[in-house]
């Protein structure tokens, strides 16, 4: 498997997310080729503020692995992430991130601010915009569902 074949894994997380009424966010963690952890947006159906995709893959992942340093694995993860799925993402170990969309409003890993390139004790590489149309379509298909009322927005009312 490549970069491609995880970012359409973390695509198809995605999508079951938005399926659920989530924001369609999708995650994978992979170390040597395999993937060791998943994770979609779930905030709205747990009705918890961690619920977030990388949160979840690196949960299942740190699980899969026996332990909490991610050292040899990789993200791909379906928009930009947070501060605190960034903060997450430096506190694992994880060598390198790669991600879809951009996220101008909260995006952690260069949009507002890079979080990666602050003195903390591990720094991961990082690659914005792998597959960045289909990322940024499938938020954009999804808000705008919520916009014609064919989809309920993630805070449980029509838009």
């Given at each position: ?95 390198r991130l790669v991600f879809g ?59």
């Amino acid at each position: 498997m490549n970069d491609a074949d995880f970012m359409r894994e973390a695509i198809t997380l995605a999508r079951l997310a938005a399926e659920d009424g989530e924001t369609p966010v999708g995650a994978v963690v992979v170390k040597n080729g395999e993937i060791v952890g998943r994770g979609r947006n779930r905030r709205e159906v747990s009705k918890n503020a961690l619920a977030h995709a990388e949160l979840e893959a690196v949960e299942e992942a740190c699980r899969t692995l026996g332990g909490w340093r991610l050292l040899e694995c990789e993200m791909f993860v379906t928009l930009e992430p947070c501060p605190m799925c960034a903060g997450a993402i430096i506190n694992s170990r994880i060598r390198r991130l790669v991600f879809g969309a951009y996220d101008k409003k909260s995006g952690s890993c260069g949009s507002v601010v890079d979080l990666f390139s602050l003195p903390y004790n591990h720094s991961p590489q990082k690659e914005g915009g792998f597959m960045e149309n289909e990322c940024s379509e499938l938020l954009k298909s999804f808000f705008a569902d919520v916009r014609r009322g064919i989809k309920k927005a993630p805070d449980g009312r029509n838009k």
